[in-house]
């Protein structure tokens, strides 16, 4: 009770990433044993855990383990495999939109770029809907790498009509030329930029190449909290709803998801380890494209 209204994982949150699961901390506590010990404890009947792609393969770890595990999909990026959507999506769309409009009244009256950071390392799923929302003008997203002349193509056959350009960038977008490096070569590319993250290298070299003043804008983490959305509010309480009667029924071992428009139950072992990744083929990116939107790849 009470909590309907409250945004963020208000639970709190463990960073440690899966790889490190199995290393000892620093005291020597082994943190599946100790996790499995704290549920037998506690007398716990099952064990929901809400989260995205990490917490769903903690869950399916400590399924294998012999505890009765229920997962809920949580995660602003909408990358969980195995479900339509995740709760916090919605909302985080609206943060990142609401920035893109704000920022639309500076852009025009200073007739000025502006490159707008908005969340996704992995996947574009935000930058994507938020981009088309706000009205981005190029939308850049790590399932479809980028070419930097096209981009700047498309800012200036923009400036001959209008006095502003809206670039919205994925935390993960990568140029065709990084993506095909090997992973090894292009993490050493990454531990060796000197700017905070890529959008500040897009805006330098936009502002080089076109002339035209860029600016740099980050909502950063406000897109992970504040008040949800009504559409995430349901979706919440949906996704909590079948995961108490499931577990009154006795049944454990999978994630609630949303497909084909219904509520239903994905095993762990199937969604864990896997992302949902943006299809560059894709209705919402087609139609994007359609309107003039530059991805970027041509």
């Known amino acids: 009770s009470g909590i309907l209204t409250r945004g963020g994982p208000i639970l709190g949150t463990s960073r440690t990433p899966f790889k490190r699961l199995d290393i000892p901390e620093a005291d020597g506590v082994e943190k599946v044993p100790a996790m499995v010990h704290t549920y037998h404890k506690l007398q716990l009947g099952c064990l929901f855990m809400l989260g995205g792609n990490g917490s769903t393969k903690t869950a399916n770890r400590l399924r294998e383990e012999g505890l009765n ?31 893109i409009d704000d920022i639309h009244t500076t852009a025009s009256s200073h007739g000025r770029v502006f490159v707008i950071e908005i ?3 992995k996947v ?12 981005a003008d190029v939308i850049l997203i790590p399932e479809i790498p980028y070419d930097m002349d096209n ?4 800012i200036e056959h923009r400036m001959e009509t209008s006095r502003f ?13 990084d993506a095909a490096l090997s ?3 292009y993490k050493k590319k990454l531990a060796e930029r000197t700017s905070p993250s890529i959008v500040y290298d897009i805006a330098k070299e936009i502002e080089a190449k076109t002339g035209r003043e860029t600016r740099v804008a980050i909502p950063g983490h406000t897109q992970r909290g504040g008040q949800p959305d009504a559409q995430d509010r349901i979706f919440a309480t949906q996704c909590g709803v079948e995961a108490a009667l499931g577990c009154l029924r006795g049944e454990f071992g999978y994630m609630i998801a949303l497909r084909d428009g219904k509520m239903c139950h994905m095993p762990l072992e199937e969604v864990a380890g896997k992302l949902k990744y943006v299809d560059p083929q894709s209705d919402l990116v087609r139609e994007a494209k359609a309107l003039g939107i530059s991805f970027g790849d041509e």
Do not use: Q
């Open 165 to 177: 350009t809206i670039v919205a960038v994925a935390e993960g977008a990568i140029s065709k030329e």
């Open 119 to 121: 969340m996704g390392h």
């Open 151 to 154: 981009v700047i193509k498309t």
């Open 183 to 185: 992973k090894k070569e």
């Open 124 to 135: 574009g799923w935000i930058p994507l809907y938020a981009g088309v929302a706000g009205g």
């Open 69 to 99: 595990v229920i997962a809920l999909p949580k995660t602003i990026d909408n990358d969980t495999w195995g479900t339509e959507l995740t709760f916090g999506f919605t909302s985080a769309i609206d943060v990142a939109t609401k920035c």
